[in-house]
């Protein structure tokens, strides 16, 4: 919120106290020559330093006049972020659950979005501060809509400034991801599995997939971004078939928990 009877005095009062006539001290002729000067030649030096045109620059720092009103959004201040809720939800065997079930990322995701709230937090920091280390500079008295849009000019481009570094971050770790198709360790975009027989025992790769209907070609997580409602599965994991580990629908008779996510990462879920 502007203060601008603060900004208003301040102008005044370095106005009302500058002498337009009043020579700098550097200006005064030499009080060591005595000799004798004409006159109206005094007089016209003195005429010539005191018509020089006066420019009076303003210059004052946010701070002393305006103050910041920051909200964040309310998850940043819920117990989703808290450590108790985060350490509750880890499970050292998630991997096992399968994709689609919540417990398999629901420790990553939350992690991940507390990492976000902190940076979060650090950016709008390092924005208030410089937004009152700015400052106000006029050659002219401005009116309180001038000064007002003056002020909304700058703090809106700090304020793109500070969500194109979080855009940015994220963009850049999609990116990393996708590009590298870096595998999960929570098995939720790459399924390695084991194969053994009398003779040999081999390793097997296969895409996460997930299929919106039935006879129609599965969406697959290193072809594009797939995202679904988490899930709660009754069937335990030891017994759930290898050909449907790979399968990001959820299992017969799951449970839906409603407001998550699954997905090929726990930050594309997020």
Request: charged content about 20%.
């Amino acid at each position: 919120m502007m203060k601008f009877k603060t900004l208003t005095a301040w102008l005044y009062k370095k106005g009302s106290n500058y002498n337009l006539f009043m020579l700098e001290e550097h200006e005064y002729d030499d009080d060591d020559n005595d000799a004798v000067q004409d006159p109206a030649i005094v007089l016209k030096r003195q005429k010539y330093k005191t018509r020089l045109y006066v420019v009076l620059l303003a210059a004052i720092p946010y701070r002393n006049f305006a103050s910041n009103n920051v909200t964040m959004h309310s998850v940043c201040s819920s117990i989703f972020i808290e450590p108790e809720w985060i350490k509750g939800l880890y499970f050292s065997n998630a991997s096992q659950y399968g994709v689609w079930d919540f417990r398999t990322t629901a420790h990553s995701q939350f992690k991940l979005l507390s990492s976000f709230c902190s940076f979060s937090k650090e950016i709008i920091s390092q924005t208030e501060s410089d937004i009152d280390n700015n400052e106000l500079v006029t050659l002219y008295l401005l009116s309180e809509e001038q000064t007002q849009m003056q002020i909304d000019g700058t703090i809106g481009l700090l304020k793109n400034s500070a969500s194109s570094q979080m855009i940015t971050y994220l963009d850049y770790l999609r990116h990393t991801i996708q590009t590298n198709y870096l595998v999960s360790a929570l098995n939720t975009n790459l399924i390695i599995t084991i194969i053994g027989s009398d003779e040999s025992i081999r390793t097997a790769a296969a895409q996460v997939f997930y299929s919106d209907a039935p006879n129609t070609n599965p969406k697959q997580c290193d072809r594009e971004k797939i995202v679904t409602d988490a899930t709660l599965s009754q069937v335990i994991y030891e017994l759930i078939e290898a050909g449907l580990v790979r399968k990001m629908n959820p299992m017969p008779n799951s449970t839906i928990v409603n407001g998550f996510f699954t997905g090929c990462t726990p930050l594309e879920a997020l």
